[in-house]
């Protein structure tokens, strides 16, 4: 499986990794429990405990190597992105179960986690932020925030000097723009008075944009 590192020495999967890969996405996707993993259905030959596909599962997080499998396959494919507009957006993630960054969402009135991501002008996304609690509105902490999706596209090798970038009004904020041009990145942020945001007439918005 390319991009996933697997045992140099001692023991080796017999399991296939494609399958092994599979069967987490099965897993993520559908929302099931690990143990009720329907193994026959996904596995052709020898068929593993779910106790397997975990254990890979975990250990290709701990490793991070998620990161590089997706920071790979942009490299890989970056010709086919459109980057003649970014966007930036932020989304709201129901947590049921909770987790290690969720928090009432009073709109939702629910546990949610929120997340910034960074797509190209075909909608493909690029770049996520951490998660932050759902508490907590789109612009909190947004120059740690930018500076992750900017790390994840550099490693992609995707550069974002002079990349225009469309974002709504509830990021209508000076941090922003200046986490944003600090990097090269055009802000092309829907001006919202409203809600407290540095909106003179030096910045750049193109609404049709």
Known sequence: MPYLSIAKRGFSSKFDLVEIVN???????????????????????????????FH?????SVKEEWEKVFS?????????????ISHIDGSHTPAYRGGEKVEYQERKKCRTTNALSLSDNQGLPLAMSEP???????????????????????????SVDELFCDLDAGFDGKA?????????????????????GETTEEWLYDDKM
Do not use: M
């Open 56 to 60: 890979h599962y975990r250990k290709w």
């Open 176 to 196: 922003l723009r200046s986490a944003l041009g600090s990097h090269g990145i055009i802000p092309n942020v829907c001006p919202n008075p409203g809600n407290g």
């Open 23 to 53: 069967a987490i996405i099965y897993k993520l996707k559908s929302g099931c429990q690990w143990r009720l993993l329907p193994i026959g259905h996904l596995f052709s030959g020898e068929l593993p405990s779910w106790n397997t596909v």
């Open 72 to 84: 790979n396959v942009l490299r890989k494919n970056k010709k086919i992105l459109d980057l003649s």
């Open 132 to 158: 932050q609690a759902g508490n907590h509105a789109d612009l909190h902490e947004t120059e740690d925030r930018i500076d992750e999706i900017v790390s994840q596209l550099s490693a992609a090798e995707i």
